[in-house]
């Protein structure tokens, strides 16, 4: 059993800053790629940021420069900290993790639920 919680969303004023949290829970034997995705009514969702296992990221150039992606290993967490926030940017934000459970160590991409960003004067 793998579960995926974002956390962290919220209402923020353009300009302001949040820090999003996704924890994976379970009986899980490794964490490769991590992902935030979003969502904005009634658009497509979108890749937002990547990390890899060893550190690597990519970012969508809407966020660049505003955005970083982080994760602790040990705590099988992946964050994504958004500063300079745009009304743009409200959109659900979704954790997207590529995790191998430990009884059947074949890594598969599991999603969030979900955590409403809202960018708004």
């Known amino acids: 059993q793998v579960q995926l919680v974002e956390s962290g969303g919220g209402l923020v004023q353009p300009g302001g800053s949040l820090r999003l949290s996704c924890v994976a829970s379970g009986t899980i034997f490794g964490i490769d790629v991590m992902n935030w995705y979003r969502q904005a009514s009634g658009e497509e969702r979108e890749l937002v940021a990547m990390?890899?296992?060893?550190?690597?990221?990519d970012y969508a150039d809407s966020v660049k420069g505003r955005f970083t992606i982080s994760r602790d290993n040990a705590k099988n967490t992946v964050y994504l900290q958004m500063n300079s926030l745009k009304p743009e940017d409200t959109a659900v934000y979704y954790c997207?993790?590529?995790?191998?459970?430990?009884?059947?160590?074949?890594?598969?991409?599991?999603w969030g639920q979900g955590t409403q960003v809202t960018v708004s004067s």
């Open positions: 990390i890899t296992r060893g550190g690597n990221t």
């Open positions: 997207h993790c590529n995790i191998a459970a430990t009884i059947a160590p074949r890594y598969e991409y599991y």
